[in-house]
Every structure is written in structure tokens, then in C-alpha cells.
């Protein structure tokens, strides 16, 4: 049986794409977010650094903020690792569009 989202729920997602958007704000957020995204894989600050040419230091700091926002997570298997939770950031994306969608159509476009 379909259990359509609590308000809750709907209302984190809204929260979360608040956050990507504002990552443009953010240059080593955005760098390290897109690439756990983009990569689909479970890494280290190390190895995030080494691949998109960031410091040590300030890929720490990036993480630390992704994590205080909750777009990505700590790994459960593999200590001091991260990754991004695709499928969360696409739902939230299809709910962010079909919002927007519901008010266009609102409004006659």
C-alpha cells in the first residue's frame, strides 16, 4: 500500500535542497558534494582531497559542514568515510520539481 510522505519528511527534503542550492555560496562544499554524488562512492577526506585537488584541511572542514546540513553521512562499514545518499537527493529533487510544477500550472503555464 502507497504511505504517501508525513509533513515531516517532505518538510526535510525542502530543507536539504535549500542547502544544495546554497552550496554555490560554498566553493569546497560544493566541490566535495557534487563528488560524493557524482562518484556514487564511499571515501576518506584523504581520497577526497587527492581527487578534486583540495587540502586536507579544508576538505575536513567541508565535510564537517556537509554532515552538520545532513547531505552526506558518515559510512557505517568503513571508518572515517563518507558518502552521499543519491536516492534521497533525487526524491528530493522530484518533490522540489512537482512542486514547482504544481504552481505553474497554478498560474496558467
Request: proline share 3%; aromatic share 6%; with cysteine.
Amino acid at each position: 500500500m502507497f504511505d504517501p510522505m508525513s509533513e515531516e519528511k517532505l518538510g526535510k527534503l525542502n530543507d536539504k535542497m535549500e542547502a544544495i542550492l546554497g552550496l554555490g555560496k560554498a566553493p569546497s562544499q560544493n566541490i566535495v558534494f557534487f563528488h560524493l554524488l557524482g562518484s556514487g562512492k564511499t571515501m576518506t577526506v584523504g581520497e577526497i582531497s587527492g581527487e578534486v585537488g583540495l587540502t586536507s584541511k579544508a576538505t575536513e572542514r567541508a565535510v564537517a559542514k556537509l554532515l552538520e546540513k545532513e547531505l552526506i553521512q558518515r559510512a557505517p562499514f568503513r571508518a572515517r568515510s563518507y558518502s552521499c545518499d543519491s536516492k534521497e537527493i533525487l526524491l528530493g529533487l522530484l518533490v522540489t520539481v512537482q512542486s514547482l510544477r504544481a504552481r505553474l500550472d497554478k498560474r496558467g503555464f
